[in-house]
């Protein structure tokens, strides 16, 4: 039997982040007990790193704006598998929930005439994204952490759930162990919100933090809940790669919109080569009328690097894959070539782009104004996640919840930027109020039995690598081969057998993480924390991978250079993972239900 600390809260969220935050507020808000569990210390969530904006039909900046746009403007940008009802409540209650956010205290940046202004992002029609500077996550952050720690929530800070507890069908409880210490917890519930974020760190190369492990993707899928979309994995085109310790920083967008031109190690500008059909007689095609557009002229149209995040990534690769790439595996961004322009080019890029300039110079060493940066695409948010109810936001599993980047459904196959954080809201306020509602039902009873064997093995299980000492496998050494084994066979563009010898190298990581051991104890020890990981990431990678290879066609951020093109059969249904019976990952495909004559009527209209 472990020593173990004991918690009871009606309601447990983990995941202290934008949607765990908004959940856990909701739920306290209904009167019940809530207790919300964090990998970090609070405040320091993922969603601090989001810079750009929250979508929301607000309609201050252009009044022709309403949620029937915004809706149109996401089902098109998930290439409609979306879960439509999630996208319609989504659009609807948006503005609601960032409204709120100001009443709470949020200090958005104003139009002139004093309302929260609101910003152009790629794929909303109009200017939707209410933004505080470029650091709106970090306000969100703040605002909600400030309005919920006065709720009387419990915070359980620098905490990681290992594994969720069951009474039968339903979720009675978490264990986990602190991380500074190493000593074990467990927390008894009568419903249990997930909210912890993507899986970004299962790619070698990504923007997100050392949390993105797929914690709750695993956590539900371990419980016996669905896995929905796995397939639908977002890489942004311009992370960067060198040096390897700031590898996948994000590089943004606003350095091609300022003129920022992207070329292969034969000095060729490449997205020239590639322009797809359907956006043709948008994209310029000489480099003269790409320069004049990022000056402003209306006349000009946008230059190719300027294309969708999908299609400018999948550029980038083929470079790289077939020999042109740069020295350290990326290829090249110039801005610097536009003081053949400008004669103050200089002095025009540090005004403009002033991050960009600093997080060069201070992490690599690099004068943006007078050199190119080699960049590379990095893995920036994952679609998929657990398959929810689109208006409770219960999973599959009785008394679990999921909501934020770790559930699936509102974006399909790709989202737009923006909508995370929006999201994060609308459905994490939701799952907070059904939570709130189910701890206090019939259905949760009276606390459910906690099975002292399920704590136990989850305790002996943890400290395994202890046992196997440091002699056992080096747990970081299986966790590169991994991002690395990801990165190259189920990256931005897939083939079947490729990714057929990724399930074959899934299986032989997943012995050596058996074999993966730690020295020292427990107490701060990033060795044992990386290796109780593993499982995480090995099983949301086999999920990706397995899901990539059931959808045979290319739709958002799935590209298949074996079925490159967008298959008509392949919009009705979503993929999903779950363990089966005998403990393997089983994918089947569930059928997109018939969209409600309005719905289809609203995105007729907006065409
Ligand atoms: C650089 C960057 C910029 C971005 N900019 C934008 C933007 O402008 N607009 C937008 O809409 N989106 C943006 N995104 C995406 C967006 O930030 C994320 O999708 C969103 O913040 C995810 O929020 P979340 O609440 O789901 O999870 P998070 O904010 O990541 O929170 C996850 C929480 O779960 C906890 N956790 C995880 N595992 C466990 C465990 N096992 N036990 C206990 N706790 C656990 C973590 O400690 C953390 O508290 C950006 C992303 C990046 C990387």
Redesign the pocket.
């Known amino acids: 039997m472990p020593d173990y600390q004991q918690h009871e809260h009606d309601v447990l969220v983990?995941?202290?982040?934008?949607?765990?935050?908004r959940a856990a507020i909701e739920a306290s808000a209904a009167g019940v007990s809530v207790g919300l569990?964090?990998?970090?210390l609070l405040g320091?969530?993922?969603?601090?790193?989001?810079?750009?904006?929250?979508?929301a039909a607000l309609a201050n900046v252009d009044d022709r704006d309403n949620w029937k746009v915004h809706f149109a403007d996401t089902m098109r940008g998930g290439q409609y598998v979306n879960n439509w009802r999630m996208a319609e409540l989504h659009a609807r209650e948006a503005p609601d929930r960032v409204r709120e956010l100001e009443a709470w205290g949020a200090m958005f940046d104003r139009t002139t005439d004093g309302r929260i202004l609101q910003r152009n992002f790629g794929g909303h029609r109009y200017p939707r994204?209410a933004?505080v500077g470029d650091r709106?996550?970090l306000e969100m952050?703040r605002t909600l952490q400030d309005h919920g720690i006065h709720q009387g929530i419990d915070v359980h800070m620098e905490?990681?759930?290992?594994t969720l507890l069951k009474d039968g069908d339903r979720v009675v409880g978490a264990f986990?162990y602190e991380r500074e210490r190493g000593r074990f917890k467990l927390f008894r519930a009568r419903a249990v919100v997930l909210?912890?974020?993507?899986v970004?760190r299962a790619y070698k190369i990504t923007?997100?933090?050392w949390?993105?492990?797929g914690?709750?993707h695993t956590?539900a899928y371990d419980a016996g809940a669905d896995l929905m979309d796995m397939e639908f994995v977002q890489f942004h085109p311009t992370g960067m790669i060198w040096p390897p310790s700031v590898c996948g920083i994000?590089v943004t967008e606003g350095v091609r919109g300022e003129g920022g031109v992207l070329r292969n190690s034969q000095g060729r500008r490449f997205m020239f080569d590639d322009i797809p059909e359907n956006y043709r007689a948008q994209t310029a095609d000489n480099e003269d009328e790409g320069w004049r557009y990022t000056q402003g002229d209306k006349s000009a149209r946008r230059p190719p690097e300027l294309l969708t995040r999908d299609h400018v990534s999948r550029c980038i690769v083929r470079e790289i894959k077939e020999g042109r790439g740069s020295p350290h595996g990326g290829v090249f961004l110039d801005i610097s070539w536009i003081k053949a322009r400008l004669p103050n080019a200089a002095e025009v890029i540090r005004k403009k782009l002033p991050s960009m300039y600093h997080q060069f110079k201070q992490l690599a060493d690099i004068d943006i104004t007078r050199e190119p940066m080699e960049v590379g695409p990095t893995t920036?948010?994952i679609m998929g996640g657990v398959r929810v109810n689109a208006d409770t936001q219960m999973s599959t599993v009785p008394g679990l919840f999921a909501?934020?980047?770790?559930a699936a459904g509102i974006n399909g196959a790709n989202r737009l930027?923006?909508?995370?954080?929006?999201?994060?809201l609308v459905f994490?306020k939701r799952a907070g109020e059904f939570a709130a509602q189910f701890a206090k039902s019939e259905k949760a009873g009276t606390n459910g039995d906690i099975d002292v064997q399920q704590i136990d093995a989850a305790a002996q299980r943890a400290l395994e690598p202890f046992e196997r000492g440091p002699q056992g496998e080096a747990p970081y050494q299986v966790q590169y081969a991994l991002q690395e084994m990801m990165q190259n066979l189920v990256g931005i563009v897939r083939n079947e057998p490729e990714m057929t010898r990724a399930l074959e190298c899934l299986a032989r990581l997943r012995e050596r993480a058996a074999r993966a051991g730690v020295g020292g104890n427990r107490e701060y020890n990033p060795g044992w924390h990386a290796a109780l990981d593993l499982h995480?990431l090995l099983t949301v990678s086999e999920a990706i991978a397995r899901s990539a290879i059931d959808r045979r066609e290319s739709r958002g951020g799935h590209f298949r250079d074996d079925c490159p093109e967008k298959d008509a059969a392949c919009a009705s249904f979503n993929i999903i993972t779950r363990k089966g019976r005998d403990g393997s990952m089983e994918v089947d495909r569930v059928s997109i239900p018939p969209m409600p004559e309005e719905l289809k009527k609203v995105i007729e209209e907006m065409k």
């Open positions: 983990i995941g202290a982040g934008g949607a765990g935050l569990v964090c990998k970090s320091k969530a993922h969603t601090v790193m989001a810079e750009g904006g929250i979508a994204l933004h709106t996550g952050i905490c990681t759930i290992v986990g909210a912890t974020g993507g970004g923007s997100n933090s949390e993105y492990t914690d709750g956590l994000l920036h948010y909501a934020g980047e770790c930027g923006g909508n995370s954080l929006s999201d994060l994490g995480n």
